[in-house]
């Protein structure tokens, strides 16, 4: 189990990307949350296995088709044993 602190930024807000992120995290059961930030970017924090993980952040450079994703930053955090997936308002 490893926990991400990814945040992923361009025009990523307003394109549904919560959403996505949520119904992906939950096909591939990534625990965690998603939410806006004030700077326009997307906060994502996810737990998983390995394989989990490397496809959820595969998805994340891409987000969904309206979604122009610029950068993805990705750090390595503690553990917290998230029970679902939420996405957070603010």
């Known amino acids: ?5 990814i945040v992923v930024g361009g025009k990523v ?5 919560r959403i996505s992120t949520k119904a992906v995290a ?7 949350f998603v939410k806006n930030t004030p700077d326009g970017s997307v906060y994502i924090e996810a737990e998983g296995d390995d394989f989990s993980l490397e496809s ?4 994340c ?3 969904p088709l309206q979604a ?6 990705v750090v390595e955090g503690e553990v917290k044993n998230y029970r679902n997936f939420e996405i957070l308002k603010k």
Request: no cysteine; glycine share 10%.
């Open 68 to 73: 122009s994703v610029q950068k993805v930053e």
């Open 56 to 59: 959820f952040l595969e998805w």
């Open 13 to 17: 807000q307003g394109v549904s990307f």
């Open 1 to 5: 189990m490893k926990h991400l602190n």
């Open 26 to 32: 939950d096909q591939l059961s990534v625990k965690g």
């Open 61 to 63: 450079h891409e987000g």
